[in-house]
């Protein structure tokens, strides 16, 4: 028996549910080295900006237990830079390329989904709308009625599959997943880092130059499963799974819990071999567990 790996996301059909997390693996190209792009089941590159950003300032990483801090900032070369200097790369490497993008208006959604609608190469487009580490844009992942704002007039502006990123900084994360339902996102990915803080006490400052930072890593999973699970109940959309998977029972753990995909984020900082480690083993893993195909598990978790 071969299994059917097929990752089924609503318009976006993947040839198997191991994706790249924004942010966490550069464009493609710096991680290519560590094996074959084109058998992933999709790259998800830094999230782009319409103007380019410096980010925050140094320090932004701090490592701490099962998990990291970071306060990035977005830190990005901008759309023209994108297109011109990045996007040629992904688009060859031959893995679905998702182009994570944020803005800090819903007005700003029209020119990245004109730009990037018509840029060859893109598969489908993720909306970041719960970046911890900026000050503009994370509204629209904590207010439901902000969020159906963005996404609904991105939603206007382009035919493209369209997921939308959320926070796990909100008290009812099913009420974001409801609303960017509503306004026409195909699919849900979640989670984005939970807010952070690492202290230095001899110092009495903060670890990271930024102040509060995002956190990410395998501590994170537990949280980033809840959230998963708690959409798949509230929506009828498919939901990409992201939060401290490291291995491959952590996807399992993701499909069972309501995720149709995963996105591997942090771990590919201390494993940069793990997702091309996930792709090579999946078959022969869901063969020997006797599961014909993944999409039989997907939210099948009892609670
Ligand atoms: C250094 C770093 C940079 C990140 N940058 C982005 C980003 O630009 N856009 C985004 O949507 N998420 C970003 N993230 C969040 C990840 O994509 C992911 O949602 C989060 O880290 C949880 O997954 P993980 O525990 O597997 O890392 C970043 C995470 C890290 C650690």
Redesign the pocket.
């Known amino acids: 028996m071969t299994p059917d790996l097929t990752a089924r996301l609503g318009p976006l059909t993947l040839a198997n549910p191991i994706l790249t997390?924004?942010?966490?693996f550069g464009y493609g190209r710096e991680m290519a080295s560590w094996g074959d792009l084109s058998r992933l089941g999709g790259i998800?590159p830094?999230?782009v900006t319409l103007a380019p950003r410096p980010g925050n300032a140094a320090p932004?990483?701090c490592e701490t237990t099962a998990?990291?801090l970071?306060a990035?900032g977005?830190d990005?070369d901008g759309l023209d830079e994108f297109i011109a200097g990045k996007l040629p790369f992904l688009a060859a490497a031959g893995a679905p390329v998702i182009v994570?993008i944020?803005a800090k208006t819903p007005e700003e959604c029209d020119p990245l989904a004109e730009r990037l609608h018509s840029a060859p190469g893109v598969a489908a487009l993720?909306l970041?709308i719960?970046?911890p580490n900026v000050s503009g844009g994370v509204d629209f992942g904590t207010d439901p009625r902000l969020c159906e704002k963005v996404v609904g007039r991105l939603r206007k502006k382009t035919t493209l599959p369209l997921a939308v990123?959320l926070s796990p900084n909100v008290t009812r994360i099913a009420d974001i997943a409801l609303a960017a339902e509503a306004a026409g996102a195909d699919i849900i990915?979640a989670?984005?880092?939970l807010y952070g803080l690492a202290v230095d006490w001899r110092r009495g400052i903060s670890r990271v130059a930024n102040g509060y930072a995002?956190f990410?890593?395998?501590a994170?999973?537990p949280v980033?499963l809840r959230c998963v699970s708690q959409i798949f109940r509230a929506v009828k959309i498919p939901i990409i799974g992201?939060?401290?998977?490291?291995s491959i029972d952590d996807v399992m753990e993701f499909i069972v819990a309501g995720a149709s995909a995963v996105?591997?984020?942090?771990?590919?900082?201390f494993r940069p071999r793990l997702v091309f480690e996930l792709v090579d083993r999946l078959p022969d893993f869901l063969a020997k567990e006797n599961i014909a195909s993944l999409t039989e598990l997907v939210g099948t978790l009892k609670l």
Do not use: D, H, M, Y
Request: aromatic share 2%.
């Open positions: 997390a924004s942010g966490t998800v830094k999230t932004r990483t998990g990291l970071n990035i977005l990005n994570s944020a993720e970041n719960s970046c990123k990915t989670v984005n880092t995002g990410s890593g395998p994170i999973k980033a992201v939060g401290g998977i490291a996105q591997i984020g942090t771990a590919s900082f």
